[in-house]
């Protein structure tokens, strides 16, 4: 029987959504620590005995992921474009002498996720509702990409991803697996 050997690493983001439409609180903007994992499998080692160091999943996957989403407003884009007048406003009025740091940024887009800074706010748009089975569904996409891009795969696939939304007072999550 094959053997398949599996690696687990996660990352936690503050960020903060709005769920439009949605018949309670989550219709107002509120934010969490967000806890990303990824799973990766394979049944075969590199030459280092591994399925993927570490290091690399943090440096081409998580820290990317950390790096768009970290206290970032995360917004449907047909909501965005309804407000985006006033949080050009209100980012003006909070920081209005700030340079925003992660300006080259500005415009980064994939699989239907744009990040830019209004009034020097950092706001991530998706082209679909920024809950956490969505999001965990972008990741899996995101993660799959980057392990064909980076050349690791097919030797190494996603197993899982899971996002978890809020872990206290109690725990939420959403896995998404491969067939």
């Known amino acids: ?39 990766l499998q394979a049944e ?3 030459e280092l005995g591994m399925v993927l160091d570490f290091s690399a999943i ?28 006033n949080f050009a406003h209100i980012g003006r009025a909070f920081g209005a002498d700030r340079l925003c740091k992660f300006e080259e940024e500005q415009g980064f887009s994939r699989g239907g996720l744009t990040l830019q800074y209004v009034g020097g706010l950092k706001i991530v748009t998706l082209s679909f509702v920024p809950t956490c089975e969505t999001l965990t569904g972008w990741f899996f996409d995101f993660v799959k990409e980057k392990l ?4 690791y795969y097919p030797r190494v696939k996603v197993a899982s991803v899971c996002i978890y939304e809020q872990m206290h007072p109690t725990t939420s999550c959403c896995t998404v697996t491969s067939n």
């Open 1 to 39: 029987m094959a053997k398949i050997f599996k690696v687990r690493k996660e990352i936690f983001i503050d960020y903060a959504h709005h769920i439009q439409d949605y018949p309670g609180a989550c219709m107002n903007i509120h934010g969490h620590t967000w806890c990303w994992q990824v799973s």
């Open 44 to 46: 075969e080692l590199n």
């Open 58 to 85: 943090k440096k081409h996957i998580l820290m990317p992921v950390h790096n768009l989403f970290d206290h970032a407003l995360v917004l449907n884009d047909v909501e965005f474009l309804k407000t985006s007048a």
């Open 148 to 151: 064909e891009l980076l050349g």
